[in-house]
């Protein structure tokens, strides 16, 4: 999945780097960026100071799916003029995955030149730019989680591409005959649905559980899935969205409403 516009910054004052001593590590507070953790690190290699960027999504072995989120960071110290400085080679093309959760350079500005150039009262500023260009098993913006930890309240797992959500089967049936053949009488408590994709099937869910979740990059798949299945409550919610809130071009809408025959769209958006 290409993604666009992902841009976010962490930023830190590490305190107290003169105690550090060789293999010493600081850390940040965590930050939550497109529902993913990330934390900075510094760390005393010898006569260098070390940076390093982290993301902290579970690994598969949690949360039973790979992933990949691909970027560019650019690492940056503040001088005492709040000027930030390109030291080194702050540059980092890199992809994180479940193997591997961290970034950075290990010998991103020398001691020396740290404690002269851009320690301020025994403290240091590192900041990191992130961009992020691509992004696999990662369901992101989330209004309502249907993972694990929702387990308790639930009474099936569905299993979509290897992302698995924990549900009521009985609020799923009310909303579309599709569901209640899939669940309805079952007592499988586990079952596999193979015709949309993680990011689309979240979005359903949390329309079926009242949450506003339709937007402009998921309200092709989830309209296609809606209408297949005829899960009307999804239908009415992407039309509501694509007439109202939608900012596509009105000729990309109105091909929509052409393509799938909705005639109470096509009539809403030529009002």
């Known amino acids: 999945m290409v993604v666009a516009n992902k841009e976010f910054k962490l930023s830190h004052v590490f305190t107290n780097v003169l105690k550090m001593k060789d293999g010493d590590e600081l850390y940040s507070p965590q930050e939550m960026h497109f529902n993913i953790p990330w934390m900075l690190k510094i760390k005393r290699n010898a006569d260098h100071?070390?940076?390093?960027?982290?993301?902290?999504?579970?690994?598969?072995?949690?949360?039973?799916?790979?992933?990949?989120?691909?970027?560019?960071?650019?690492?940056?110290?503040?001088?005492?003029?709040?000027?930030?400085?390109?030291?080194?080679?702050?540059?980092?093309?890199?992809?994180?995955?479940?193997?591997?959760c961290s970034s950075?350079?290990?010998?991103?500005?020398?001691?020396?030149?740290?404690?002269?150039?851009?320690?301020?009262?025994?403290?240091?500023?590192?900041?990191?730019?992130?961009?992020?260009t691509k992004m696999s098993g990662v369901i992101e913006n989330l209004h309502r989680f249907f993972d694990k930890s929702m387990k308790q309240f639930s009474d099936v797992v569905i299993d979509v591409k290897g992302t698995?959500?924990?549900?009521?089967?009985?609020?799923l049936a009310f909303h579309s005959t599709y569901f209640y053949t899939l669940l309805g009488d079952s007592t499988e408590s586990k079952v596999t649905i193979s015709d949309i994709n993680a990011d689309d099937f979240q979005t359903l869910l949390e329309v079926l559980y009242g949450e506003s979740a339709i937007n402009d990059s998921n309200v092709d798949g989830l309209l296609q899935f809606a209408l297949k299945h005829e899960i009307l409550l999804a239908i009415q919610k992407c039309i509501e969205f694509l007439s109202e809130k939608s900012e596509k071009p009105m000729k990309d809408r109105v091909k929509i409403a052409k393509q799938h025959k909705l005639y109470n769209l096509k009539k809403a958006l030529k009002d």
């Not at 992933?67 to 992809?95: K, M, Q």
């Not at 950075?104 to 961009?131: C, H, P, Q």
């Not at 698995?164 to 609020?171: D, M, P, Q, S």
């Open 49 to 100: 100071l070390g940076a390093y960027c982290y993301c902290l999504k579970l690994p598969k072995d949690e949360d039973g799916v790979a992933w990949t989120i691909d970027g560019h960071f650019e690492l940056t110290a503040l001088d005492p003029n709040g000027y930030r400085s390109l030291s080194g080679l702050p540059y980092l093309d890199c992809v994180f995955t479940n193997k591997r």
């Open 164 to 171: 698995k959500f924990y549900v009521l089967r009985k609020l």
């Open 104 to 132: 950075g350079r290990a010998k991103f500005m020398s001691w020396n030149e740290m404690i002269e150039d851009y320690l301020i009262n025994d403290s240091i500023t590192i900041e990191v730019a992130a961009k992020i």
